[in-house]
């Protein structure tokens, strides 16, 4: 019983000297994640296709993105019709209230004023997506 009682007390005593801090912070960090990734919101504004930029049926993507939530977001990836595409100066970071451009190469016929379906991906995982004319 004495055993016991001297166990309970010394985990409270290591407790209020902060020696547990690491698993609630790791538990903070944990919520503030889930908080950033509801509140970001973000759109794609306009898409811009480049014919034959790199070359023969090469196309430049530029998507330009408006955040419109109080943290800096980052872009981390682009797909067009599915397609991964290699986004430049990956991450993009853009920050709050402003404007931001994510661009990169698709190699492969898109057509003339075909709607295509641009999908942007943050780093906390949220999507936007749309169709614009190519």
Same mark, same amino acid.
């Given at each position: ?5 001297? #166990? ?28 950033? #990734?509801?509140?970001?919101?973000? &759109?794609?504004?306009? @898409? ?11 196309? &430049?993507?530029?998507? #330009? ?11 981390? =990836? ?8 290699? @986004? ?9 209230? =402003? ?10 016929? &898109? ?8 999908? @942007?991906? =943050? =780093? &906390? ?10």
């Amino acid at each position: 019983m004495i055993l016991m009682v001297t #166990t309970i007390g010394f985990g409270v005593y290591l407790y209020s000297l902060g020696y547990f801090t690491s698993i609630t912070s790791a538990r903070e960090t944990a919520g503030n994640i889930n908080i950033k #990734t509801i509140r970001e919101h973000f &759109l794609i504004v306009d @898409v811009n296709f480049t014919a034959n930029y790199y070359g023969p049926n090469q196309w &430049l993507v530029n998507a #330009t993105v408006y955040n419109y939530c109080n943290y800096n977001i980052e872009i981390v =990836s682009m797909y067009l019709n599915g397609t991964k595409i290699d @986004v430049e100066y990956n991450p993009v970071s853009i920050k709050p209230y =402003s404007y931001g451009f994510v661009e990169g190469p698709y190699f492969g016929d &898109l057509g003339d004023n075909v709607p295509q379906l641009i999908r @942007v991906v =943050s =780093s &906390l995982g949220n999507v936007y997506e749309n169709y614009y004319p190519s």
